[in-house]
């Protein structure tokens, strides 16, 4: 079965500090790729995802992803976080025609003015 | 688009209580999921339809748990009868019939059970 696994369960960084979150999963062939964030009390919602093209994908908020398909990754990035990205992180992989994901255990970060 | 919409937002119900939690889809969503997020367990998939069908509930914990899906705008998740440890946020979410499309989830409904 699937399995998609987030390295970092919880992340400290303080304004304008980069950040890096970890995604890998453990599908060998064709997958689709997402990453959700949750606001504190809010539901999920999509940041950005990668079905194919271009392996480094920008979404909202000046988040960024990169595909690396010999490493079964899909980490998140953002070069200067705010106060505000202080969430939680979803990585989820749908393998190619699947319509059902399968999310990460998510990734707590917490960004310090 | 009005997204998907969940109600009630939170509920208070004492154990042994029945409850019933809804979700309208985003129209025109042929899959519909039901998850439940706790702080012990992450986001756990409970059952999921494809137009209006059943078609994996493996991830439903008990048989005090049930989900039905009548129509393609409506969809309820029952527990009864509820357990304190059922207290969890619950989402539903939806999406079209493809594997590059994202879910759309709604706000969730926060359950405590006393």
């Known amino acids: 079965a699937q399995s998609v696994s987030q390295h970092n369960h919880h992340v400290i960084l303080s304004e304008a500090a980069s950040l890096e979150l970890g995604c890998n999963y453990s599908?060998?062939?064709?997958?689709?790729l997402f990453w959700y964030v949750q606001y504190p009390g809010q539901h999920l919602q999509l940041l950005l995802k990668y079905f194919s093209g271009d392996p480094l994908v920008k979404g909202i908020k000046g988040f960024e992803a990169e595909f690396i398909k010999s490493k079964f990754s899909f980490n998140l990035r953002k070069p200067s976080v705010q106060w505000s990205d202080t969430a939680e992180y979803f990585c989820?992989?749908?393998?190619?025609?699947?319509?059902?994901?399968?999310f990460g255990r998510g990734t707590s970060l917490i960004v310090h003015p | 688009d009005a997204g998907v919409i969940q109600s009630p937002r939170h509920e208070v119900t004492e154990m042994g209580q029945e409850v019933t939690l809804r979700c309208k889809p985003i129209?025109?969503?042929?899959?519909l999921f039901w998850y439940r997020q706790t702080m012990m367990r992450g986001l756990e998939l409970l059952i999921y339809f494809n137009n209006n069908v059943p078609i994996d509930d493996s991830g439903m914990p008990e048989d005090r748990f049930s989900a039905k899906m009548p129509n393609a705008s409506f969809s309820t998740l029952k527990i009864q009868p509820s357990e304190p440890r059922d207290s969890a946020v619950y989402f539903c979410a939806s999406s079209l019939s493809a594997s590059n499309q994202p879910q759309h989830f709604g706000d969730g409904t926060r359950l405590s059970i006393l």
């Open positions: 599908y060998g062939g064709t997958v689709n």
């Open positions: 989820a992989v749908k393998e190619g025609g699947s319509y059902i994901p399968t």
């Open positions: 129209s025109g969503h042929d899959y």
